[in-house]
């Protein structure tokens, strides 16, 4: 029996499910750009995004041969990330640079896997990606945002059928998509009224000489090139 069920829920995770409604995917992307949009709705679903910002931040500095020291996610939805390693080079570099764009890309893979049809793996990607993140959450706040967002992902893709999942699925890959692109603005916005002075920018600006606003561009053409290419995906084109 436990080797059924363990090959059932196999099955379950790698296979495939059916491709939702076109009036899904519409919904639920009307749904993510209006929790984006509306100020009161963003300040509290922006802490998703800063989850993502913060854990890319985290990703890139093991990929790249760094020791991660710890990540505080903050109520004001702002979030630090501390590595070790050598001050100056590609690690330290690929690392500042991940941040912004590491919503967005999530978003891109997101809509990848749905797009084939793979809804229970994003789900379950989602939870252990989350899982491991807490690992290294040094603040209870950032505790408790990881924690819910992971019961999330796992309850939903635990107790619910295909098309609340699909649903669930469509709205975050959407949300992660819409809502990457609106901290680049915002960045963009503070340093015009000379705030965030050290911003990721201005802090690869240091790290390799070229001006904060030729990385802010960076940022925003990957963001934007993700949307349009994860938003073509989710919706069949």
Known sequence: MATTSAADLWDRVVGTQPAPSTLLVLATGSIALAVVVFRTTWLIARNAVTIAHEGGHG???????????????????????????????????LTAA???????????????????????ALLWGATALLAAMLVMIRN????????????????VS???????????????VWFLLLGGVRPPFELQR???????????????????HVPAVVWLLFFHIVTLSSLIGGGSWLLGR
């Open 59 to 93: 990703l890139v500095a093991l990929l790249t041969g760094r020791t991660l020291q710890g990540i505080r996610l903050h109520s004001d939805t702002s979030g630090l990330t501390v590595s070790r390693g050598k001050p100056t080079g590609l690690g330290m570099i």
């Open 98 to 120: 991940a941040g912004y764009v590491a919503p967005s890309l999530l978003g891109l893979a997101g809509a990848w896997l749905l797009a084939s049809g793979h809804i229970t």
């Open 140 to 155: 209870a706040y950032g505790m408790l945002t990881v924690v819910l967002a992971g019961a999330a992902f796992f309850l």
């Open 158 to 172: 635990w107790l619910t059928g295909p098309e609340v999942q699909a649903a669930f699925a469509y709205a975050v």
């Open 190 to 208: 503070k340093r015009r009224y000379g705030e965030a002075a050290d911003s990721d920018p201005d802090q690869l600006a240091r790290l390799t």
